[in-house]
């Protein structure tokens, strides 16, 4: 099956369902960054968490988490604010979502021979010396209970592009400057936003390609196995959020 990959969303909620339907036999992916928006209220903040509710229900489709998504998480307890966050929009938010659409949220999807999460693997946090890449989405599912422990793990943290205390961030908060190459390891990334889909094709590393897809609305992803096309759409991207 063919597949859509669509970048960070931010509140473009009722756009994205007229671009999904005119691709009813692919799977769709969203690589995270559902809320927050320059100037967005809890209005905006209901409208796409019901989006998102009803988005979660669908067969074909696979959601990813983000870091401005994991701000609202009901069990996040004020330790991850991204910019944009406001309680007004919690409040909305918490309304229309429960614990168990959460938990339909993943944080890493393997498609084909691609790895998509919303920020990047990084060598530095999941490279083992000896056994190298193995298992890691059984890694990813042990580090999933750690998102809101008191001591938070650096692989949570932001890099320094996006002002954290780290070289390299984690899955949610890696800058896509910083996403570093993994022998034989294609993957797909939002997270940071540009005005088109930016490829990064690696030779010597096995021809591995990393790709960064946040920004939408312009482009969007089209992959197949081990090809994929980029789709360009009618209105440009704006963002300039970091």
């Known amino acids: 099956m063919k597949s859509i990959i669509i970048g960070d969303l931010h509140n473009n909620v009722e756009e994205v369902e007229g671009i999904v339907s005119q691709y009813p036999e692919h799977k769709i992916i969203f690589v995270g960054d559902y809320f ?5 209220c809890s209005i905006d903040a209901t409208r796409t968490a019901e ?3 009803h988005s979660l229900a669908q067969p074909n489709r696979v959601h990813l988490l983000g870091n401005h998504d994991i701000s609202y998480h009901p069990h996040n307890n004020k330790m991850y604010e991204c910019a944009g966050y406001s309680n007004d929009k919690q409040l909305a938010i918490d309304q229309v979502l429960t614990l168990q659409d959460w938990d339909k949220i993943k944080l890493l999807h393997i498609e084909d021979d691609w790895y998509i999460s919303h920020a990047g693997l990084t060598k530095q946090w999941f490279e083992h010396p000896v056994t190298g890449f193995t298992d ?23 890099d320094e592009p996006r002002g954290g205390r780290n070289r390299f961030g984690g899955l949610l908060w890696c ?42 609305p312009s482009e969007i992803l089209e992959i197949d196995g081990k090809t994929y096309k980029i789709i360009e759409l009618d209105k440009p991207s704006q963002y300039s959020r970091k």
């Open 51 to 53: 989006w998102l509710k």
């Open 175 to 216: 800058d896509w400057t910083r996403l570093n190459v993994i022998d034989g390891m294609n993957q797909i990334v939002g997270h940071t936003p540009n005005g088109y889909i930016d490829v990064k094709k690696y030779p010597i590393y096995n021809e591995t390609v990393n790709i960064c897809v946040d920004c939408f």
């Open 136 to 158: 890691i989405s059984e890694r990813i599912d042990h580090l999933k209970s750690t998102l809101f422990d008191a001591y938070q793990p650096s692989i949570w943290e932001a």
């Open 36 to 40: 927050d928006n320059f100037g967005d």
